[in-house]
């Protein structure tokens, strides 16, 4: 009488007998697969299925045949994958269209402003710099941006201590402001440059707001692009200071950088109004401080909306980079909701990064930490994931130092933007690709 069993009651049958090898055994019989429970009907998955089951009784049988002694299997791979069938092919499938559509609450679009007055705007600037005027967040393709992102790399009225990898790019020319404008114009590609009169500070050198304007005379005259004017962050000197500097480019619409709650910004801003500059409009990481000082600035001290720029503070990767990426976020989806307190484009401190002890340090401080890598490296990615994520987030304007960071940045930023078309990408071979 025949009898049913299973290939485990076979396997099982011999795996507690000690049994070396086997000869002269024959096993006969036939095999049964029960698909009682697949249904009925031709499915690409039921093909696929029995695929799968024919190479587990392979395996079941190479098992069996190693127990007899007989060496199936040896040096060979596991079983190849089922062929992959072709998906069955429908009539009268549904057509469908995809469509982006704007997006109903934003209605209001960012203000547009521009740096830099040329001859035609009794300047002297050879091209001028626009930023803002989005309609959607960054890159989106339904409301295209009408200005790429902007890049300003900063240059100081006196040398100052750098992290090596920055130093290494400036060394020769950090005692000369204009000289370092230019090679930072002329080499490597900035589109404004930022000028820190940090000497300024009672705490450093304590520079005479007339002697520091002449650094500014200095860079303009070296370079035919935009400038923005920072001070030394002292709240009793700047407002003189950036006030002088004002003076002295008068005409030129610079952007000076910057007005603030815990200073004089009333100063600042009667500067801008009467010698043609731009203010930018800073506060610390804090959405209802912005509305404060733009609201002061539009409504006390009469600044037209077209020339303030905010800078709400870059906070760097590792450092708070989040509460930035969306402290800027908040910003912009509140003005495109229609909070005309805060439809302004936005500026970076990108160089921030550099204030991140990962970007610099020659390693970690901590003994059981991790090797942290060459800093040559670390500290331009540093600068530019912060600079990278700040992009996402809605920022128009970036203070950057680091040429290898602000190429990198540019090139990401303007394919994204579709003034550089995207490198092809060869998918064909994706699984073995080196990245």
Request: some cysteine; proline content about 7%.
């Given at each position: 009488m025949a009898k049913k069993m299973k290939l485990t009651d076979i396997t099982d049958m011999f795996a507690g007998m000690d049994v070396e090898a086997l000869e002269g055994v024959t096993i006969e019989g036939d095999i049964e697969l029960d698909l009682s429970s697949l249904g009925g009907g031709f499915d690409p998955m039921l093909a696929a299925a029995l695929g799968q089951e024919s190479a587990v009784l392979a395996q079941h049988f190479a098992r069996i045949a190693g127990m007899f002694g007989y060496p199936v299997g040896i040096g060979a791979g596991a079983p190849a994958p089922a062929a992959a069938l072709a998906a069955p092919k429908f009539k009268d499938l549904i057509p469908a269209k995809f469509d982006v559509a704007n997006m109903a609450d934003w209605a209001t679009p960012i203000q547009e402003v521009r740096i830099g007055n040329t001859s035609a705007d009794g300047g002297s600037r050879g091209k001028a710099v626009h930023v803002g005027g989005e309609k959607a967040l960054p890159f989106y393709f339904d409301a295209e941006m009408p200005n790429r992102n902007q890049v300003t790399i900063d240059v100081f009225d006196m040398r100052i201590g750098l992290a090596k990898a920055v130093k290494q790019n400036y060394d020769e020319v950090m005692d000369s402001p204009g000289e370092w404008a230019k090679k930072n114009v002329e080499q490597f590609n900035a589109d404004m440059i930022t000028i820190?009169?940090?000497?300024?500070?009672?705490?450093?050198?304590?520079?005479?707001?007339?002697?520091?304007?002449?650094?500014?005379?200095?860079?303009?005259?070296?370079?035919?692009?935009?400038?923005?004017?920072?001070?030394?962050?002292?709240?009793?000197?700047?407002?003189?200071?950036?006030?002088?500097?004002?003076?002295?480019?008068?005409?030129?619409?610079?952007?000076?950088?910057?007005?603030?709650?815990?200073?004089?910004?009333?100063?600042?801003?009667?500067a801008a109004l009467k010698y043609d500059h731009d203010v930018l409009s800073w506060t610390q990481l804090d959405m209802n401080s912005q509305k404060e000082l733009n609201r002061k600035l539009m409504k006390q001290c009469n600044v037209p909306r077209e020339r303030i720029i905010m800078d709400p503070t870059t906070a760097a990767l590792g450092y708070g980079l989040d509460y930035a990426y969306t402290n800027m976020e908040r910003i912009r989806l509140a003005a495109l909701m229609g909070d005309d307190e805060l439809t302004f484009p936005m500026s970076s401190g990108t160089t921030n990064a550099w204030g991140a002890r990962e970007s610099w340090m020659v390693s970690s401080p901590l003994k059981e930490d991790s090797d942290w890598g060459p800093r040559e490296y670390r500290g331009p990615i540093w600068e530019i994931i912060t600079g990278l994520s700040l992009a996402l987030a809605g920022n128009d304007l970036f203070m950057m130092m680091h040429p290898t960071s602000v190429a990198f940045l540019k090139k990401a930023t303007q394919t994204l933007f579709g003034s550089i078309d995207a490198e092809p990408v060869d998918i064909s071979n994706w699984i073995a690709a080196e990245v």
């Open positions: 820190h009169l940090i000497s300024t500070d009672p705490l450093i050198k304590d520079t005479p707001a007339k002697e520091a304007a002449k650094v500014v005379e200095e860079v303009l005259q070296a370079v035919d692009v935009p400038i923005a004017i920072g001070g030394s962050g002292n709240p009793q000197k700047d407002p003189e200071v950036l006030a002088k500097a004002a003076e002295v480019a008068e005409g030129e619409r610079c952007l000076l950088a910057s007005a603030s709650l815990n200073l004089d910004y009333a100063a600042i801003a009667e």
